[in-house]
């Protein structure tokens, strides 16, 4: 289960899926990122920032705690290539279709 959900956007390009997670605070080599059976899971943990308490009060309204999304993948989808990336606090995952198959015809025997 999951503490907190990072806000994640999917795109679907001519050649490519893009799924990108927003991420701040959290190391790229800290997101543990995998494949199985058409299913992609994003699993990380952000640590909770120490404040300093003033007067009596404290505010704090960044999420921390683990996070676990898991996305289905459609069959095109060619988890072979898949490539990550982390930049400015923003997750990128970039997952290749697989080249077109040409349809074939299959003849019905008698």
């Known amino acids: 289960t999951s503490v907190w959900r990072p806000a994640v956007e999917i795109q679907e390009e001519e ?5 990108s997670a927003d991420l701040p605070g959290i190391d790229p080599k800290d997101i543990e990122i995998t494949m199985e059976q058409g299913v992609l899971t994003l699993k990380g943990e952000r640590s909770e920032e120490t404040k300093e308490e003033r007067e009596g009060y404290r505010r704090v309204e960044r999420v921390s705690g683990s996070f676990y999304r898991r996305f289905s993948l459609p069959d095109t989808a060619d988890s072979e290539r898949i490539e990550a ?3 400015n606090g923003v997750l990128e995952i970039t997952l290749p279709k697989h080249d077109k198959v040409q349809a074939r015809k299959i003849t019905v025997k008698s």
Not at 15 to 19: A, E, I, K, L, S
């Open 15 to 19: 050649d490519r899926f893009v799924n």
């Open 85 to 87: 990336k982390g930049k």
